[in-house]
Each structure stands twice: as structure tokens, then as C-alpha cells.
């Protein structure tokens, strides 16, 4: 499977954090036990003869981590540091209370300030995922501890839990919020770029106007269908099919316009269109994971596309989908150079170019679509006529 492409600012920005996240962690660990034994000193009562096996090998270990965080933070996995760190460090403590307690005649106690560090910061990576880890390590914890260990006061730990989770709650919450706000207003300002590169396309050919909303539309439910993407995956593919003729712009209007037949010099322009449009677009960190549906969607299932000449499953899963969706929405429009064909017809000919134009697993699902594509044309159709109708009613 392709390897997601993150945004380099993401990425610095998660690194920084962890960076910070260690640093805290290791200060607040190793300050926590050096303030207690000091005023130990001073107040022999807080010097009790609580058993704890383990020691000081706790924090060797995690020490020992350090050379494993370098190494994922070189190789850009650094969001699985957190983790690493989280669950050693629970899972020896965790030990270390069943070995320094079980058996003994002596009162439970555990917990510590890096405990409250883990449950308090967690919500800094703004991540779902790691908040419930955090939450559901340390409950499991104290509640194996407690009744392994027979001891009713992992109560007061798990009340304590509870405070501290609700307050952490609150905050990545918010955090949340932001991100959402800050992510909504990006993809608002994104669509407003993208529609006003499509006007362009538009007022440059008008035959192909409305072309790339279906084909976005028509790919989008073909997407769906095979259940393979996320929410955001699919809203990144939408952006790269309503882009994906980016690259007609360069094409000089003789050509791009011409009633009759291409030339061979002609034609090699046109295919072009694919290769310059992957280029337009290659430096936007947003389209990068989607490049391909831009690139490729003229490829062919038998190998006689362009620009690549891939063939079969060569091809990119999406390029494939949107493939189709070019071939059928190029069909059932008006050209320079010819009429819509009926949509039956196109539908037709979708099935006849199974297995060597198409996919054919594809071909199977398109099959299942076609009512909802149906829909989308005959929408578009509708809107196009109420705009030429407004037209003339101004004029």
C-alpha cells in the first residue's frame, strides 16, 4: 500500500512536541523522587518503608529508551514514541507494585507525578487515539493492582483517575475544537482555489463546462462503494478529480477547441495535459497522496493509456476509479467535435471496455452505481439549463 504523504509542518510540529513531552518526562520523574527523599530528610514521617523492588532500574530503563526515540524520530515515526514511553513505563510500575507489594503486610500505595504528567499533557497531541490509551493503561492499572494486591485503596487512585480524566477531557476537547475551526477555514479557502482553477478551465473550453464537478461527483460514489477510505482520503480525492484537467490550461485553444480531427502532433499535445498537470500541482502538500488521479487517469487496463503505458493493477487504485468516471462523463457531454451520447450507450460501452480499457473488478462496481450517476447527470443537466436560462433572461 502507498505510504500517506504528511505535511512537513505536521510532522515538525508532533516532533517538537515530543520533544518537549521526554524533557518534562524526565525532569518531573527523576525531580519527583529527588524532592521527596530531600524533605524525607527534614520530615522523618514522609521516610516510610514502603517496599519498591525495582528502584531506580525503572528509570535506568527508560533512560535505555532514549537511542529507540532518536531512532523513530530519524525514520519521521515519532508519534509512536509516546506510546513506547507510555506503556514501558506503566507496564513496570505496574511490576514493579505486584513484586514490591504482593504477599506483604504493608498498606498499598502507589502513583506519582509523571502518572498525573501522562493523563494532563496527553491532550497536546490532539490525538483520540493516545488519550484513550493514557486513560485506559492507567485504570487498568489500578484496577488489576487492586485486585490482585487485595487492596481496597486503589479506590482513592481511581477517584483521583477520574478528576484528573475529566479535566484532560476538557482540554483536548478544546484543543480539538480549534483544530477543527482552523482545518474547516483551510479547506473552505482550498475550494475556493479550486473552483476558481476550474472557472479558468471553463472559460478557456466551454464544451467542458460542468466536466470536472461530474467527474468528481461520479469517482466520489465509486469510492465509496469499495469502503477502502476515510473521510479525508476521500475529500483529498474529490480535490485531485475536480483538478484532474489541470493540465488542459497549457494547451493552445486551436488545438483544445478544434471541431475535426487531432493530428498526430495534435493528439500528443492533448496527452500532455496529464503530465503537466501532476506537475502544477506536485509541490501542494495536499494533493501529493492523490497525484497519481491526475497523472494516470488516461492510463488503460491493457497497457495502451498514456502517459506511463501501465497496465493493470500497475495502475493506482484511484486513477482507476477516475477513470471511468472521465470515460463516462467525456461521453455523455457535448464536444467541438461531436454530440452527448445517450447514456445508455455510455453505459454500454463502460461495459464493453472491461478488461482492456477498465478494470474489471470495477467495471462490476460501476454496474451497482450507475442509478446514483444517473442522478448526477441529469442534476447537472439541470443546473446547466437553469444557468443558460438566467443568462438569456439578463440579456
Not at 7 to 19: F, S
Not at 28 to 33: G, R, V
Not at 211 to 238: C, I, P, Q, W
Not at 359 to 368: M, T
Amino acid at each position: 500500500m502507498k505510504t500517506k504523504i504528511i505535511d512537513p509542518n505536521i510532522r515538525n510540529e508532533e516532533g517538537r512536541t515530543i520533544k518537549w513531552f521526554i524533557v518534562l518526562f524526565y525532569i518531573i520523574s527523576i525531580a519527583y523522587d529527588l524532592f521527596y527523599k530531600i524533605i524525607s530528610i527534614y520530615n522523618p514521617k514522609l521516610n516510610s518503608d514502603t517496599p519498591d523492588v525495582l528502584g531506580y532500574w525503572i528509570y535506568l530503563f527508560m533512560f535505555a529508551l532514549i537511542p529507540v526515540a532518536l531512532y523513530l524520530y530519524k525514520h519521521q515515526k515519532q508519534h509512536q514514541i509516546k506510546y513506547i514511553y507510555f506503556i514501558s513505563y506503566t507496564t513496570l510500575t505496574f511490576i514493579n507494585d505486584i513484586i514490591s507489594f504482593f504477599g506483604k503486610d504493608v498498606e498499598y500505595k502507589s502513583g506519582n507525578a509523571v502518572e498525573i504528567l501522562w493523563l494532563l499533557l496527553s491532550p497536546i497531541f490532539v490525538s483520540n487515539t493516545f488519550f484513550k490509551v493514557v486513560s485506559i493503561g492507567l485504570l487498568l492499572k489500578y484496577i488489576l493492582a487492586g485486585l490482585i494486591l487485595k487492596s481496597p485503596d486503589v479506590l482513592s487512585a481511581l477517584l483521583l483517575l477520574a478528576v484528573l480524566w475529566i479535566f484532560s477531557f476538557i482540554i483536548l476537547n478544546r484543543f480539538q475544537s480549534y483544530v477543527k475551526a482552523i482545518k474547516t477555514s483551510y479547506d473552505q479557502q482550498l475550494v475556493g482555489i479550486v473552483k476558481g482553477v476550474i472557472a479558468t478551465l471553463e472559460l478557456k473550453d466551454p464544451y467542458t463546462r460542468g466536466h470536472s464537478e461530474r467527474v468528481a461527483s461520479y469517482a466520489l460514489e465509486l469510492a465509496k462503494m469499495s469502503g477502502e477510505f476515510s473521510t479525508d482520503e476521500l475529500k483529498d480525492f474529490n480535490y485531485a478529480c475536480l483538478l484532474h484537467d489541470i493540465g488542459k490550461i497549457h494547451i493552445p485553444d486551436q488545438i483544445l477547441m478544434k471541431s475535426g480531427k487531432l493530428s498526430s502532433e495534435e493528439y500528443e499535445t492533448i496527452k500532455s495535459h496529464t503530465v503537466v498537470g501532476a506537475e502544477a500541482v506536485s509541490k501542494v502538500v495536499r494533493f501529493q497522496n492523490n497525484i497519481e488521479v491526475i497523472r494516470s487517469h488516461h492510463e488503460r487496463w491493457d497497457g495502451k493509456g498514456y502517459p506511463d503505458q501501465l497496465k493493470g493493477e500497475e495502475i493506482p487504485y484511484l486513477a482507476r476509479i477516475a477513470a471511468i468516471a472521465d470515460a463516462f462523463d467525456a461521453m455523455t457531454s457535448t464536444r467541438s467535435y461531436r454530440a452527448a451520447l445517450p447514456v445508455e450507450e455510455a453505459y454500454k460501452r463502460i461495459l464493453e471496455g472491461k478488461g482492456t480499457q477498465f478494470d474489471p473488478n470495477l467495471v462490476e462496481k460501476f454496474k451497482l452505481i450507475y442509478p446514483s450517476w444517473i442522478a448526477i447527470h441529469d442534476s447537472s443537466n439541470k443546473k446547466i439549463e437553469q444557468n443558460y436560462e438566467s443568462l438569456n433572461a439578463i440579456n
